[in-house]
């Protein structure tokens, strides 16, 4: 089982088990999310995305998580399953997060085309208030995963 | 109508099966049996504003196929009902958030099965996707899903004994059978992720062929 985003390879990471700690939580979450007219993770950020740009893609998005929408939403989540089910996602995202090394002498139309699409979703981000973009950002994780899956060899 | 005169209908979802999404609910408490008809509304979250289906407005049925509506699967949803009664209606009983590429149920795949003396033959068609019309083109769920799988489950009727296993590809021989004996075989399609209700196929039975060599060995003595 092992993650491959283009160059970078990642291991010992198990898709099942971060799937099965945010469907626990899903209807949840996603229903204190209550702008419906938003989807942080649209297509255009997603779509179409090279293996090449995967590992940019990926890290950005990650590390987005890690220090903007987890960090603090920690101090909200009152509900135990909530926090079980953050911690398994925290903990796994930061351990794929320190695994990704892309490379340095990748061409820069990549690194550049993968950092676009992450300003798409950074910037849907910080036009929402900043808990409702947090509870948004975890409510699509089941689509981040989705999209991670195609990265995954079984 | 007025808004709010009657409950909501109650146990709103999804039906998904191989990507045919069926929304349905229950009548409102204590109306069952009433002349209560529903309108249906859905939406694609992301987007601004709420659609209806002109086949869903007024209706009696408390089911309505958003099969094309939500045919996009890698986007999600939101659907909506209320009930309309006289001059009343409800308000609107909503879904939770409704994403087809992992809440659809995988259908079971077609089973073909060739039987020898000690040993059946197993071929597994995947299931096809939903689609519009029988015109269209066909488009198999493994061409959605590529880590597909299948749970096949065998039992024996002579020895009562049953085991299964896990398949990825589409064909599987079981060996070491015991000679004229039937045997029966249901197969699962699943997929690696989210919990999906799994639809088991039919149940096949077939016997295994005599054993030829003791019918030799019983004419030559």
């Known amino acids: ?154 | 109508c007025i808004s709010g005169g009657l409950p909501k209908p109650t146990n709103i979802t999804f039906l998904s099966i191989n990507m045919k999404n069926i929304l349905q609910w229950s009548p409102p408490e204590g109306l069952q049996g009433a002349e209560v008809t529903y309108t249906v509304q859905y939406f694609i979250y992301g987007q601004k504003k709420w659609l209806s289906k002109s086949e869903c407005r007024n209706i009696n049925r408390t089911c309505c196929d958003l099969s094309v509506e939500t045919s996009d699967y890698e986007h999600q949803y939101y659907a909506k009902v209320k009930a309309i009664w006289e001059t009343n209606c409800s308000k609107w009983a909503e879904t939770g958030r409704f994403y087809p590429f992992l809440e659809t149920q995988i259908g079971p795949p077609r089973v073909a099965l060739t039987t020898d003396e000690k040993s059946i033959s197993i071929v597994l068609t995947a299931p096809e996707k939903w689609k519009r019309s029988p015109e269209e083109s066909s488009i198999s769920m493994r061409q959605i899903y590529s880590n597909l799988k299948y749970n096949v489950s065998i039992y024996n009727t002579k020895s009562n004994r049953m085991w299964s296993q896990c398949v990825t590809n589409h064909t599987l021989v079981l060996v070491w059978l015991e000679p004229d004996t039937l045997y029966c075989i249901l197969v699962e399609s699943f997929v690696p992720g989210p919990p999906r209700l799994a639809q088991p196929s039919e149940k096949q039975c077939v016997r295994t062929l005599k054993d030829q060599t003791s019918a030799l060995r019983v004419k030559i003595i």
Request: glycine fraction near 2%; charge should be neutral; hydrophobic fraction near 45%.
């Open chain 1, 1 to 154: 089982q092992e993650f491959r985003f283009g160059p970078c390879r990642v291991q010992g990471v198990a898709l099942q088990e971060l799937r099965e700690a945010f469907w626990t939580v899903k209807d949840t979450v996603q229903a204190k999310d209550n702008i419906t007219s938003v989807r942080l993770l649209r297509k255009e950020v997603l779509q179409d995305v090279s293996d090449a740009e995967s590992c940019y893609l990926i890290r950005a998005l990650l590390k987005f998580y890690l220090n903007t929408v987890f960090k603090n939403y920690l101090d909200e989540a009152a509900d135990v399953r909530i926090r079980r089910s953050f911690s398994t996602l925290a903990n796994n995202f930061f351990v794929i997060a320190s695994k990704l090394q892309p490379s340095e002498d990748e061409m820069f139309s990549i690194s550049e085309s993968a950092r676009r699409r992450f300003l798409l979703f950074q910037r849907a981000f910080k036009q929402l208030d900043i808990q409702a973009a947090q509870t948004k950002a975890f409510g699509e994780v089941d689509i981040l995963l989705t999209w991670m899956e195609k990265f995954y060899e079984f």
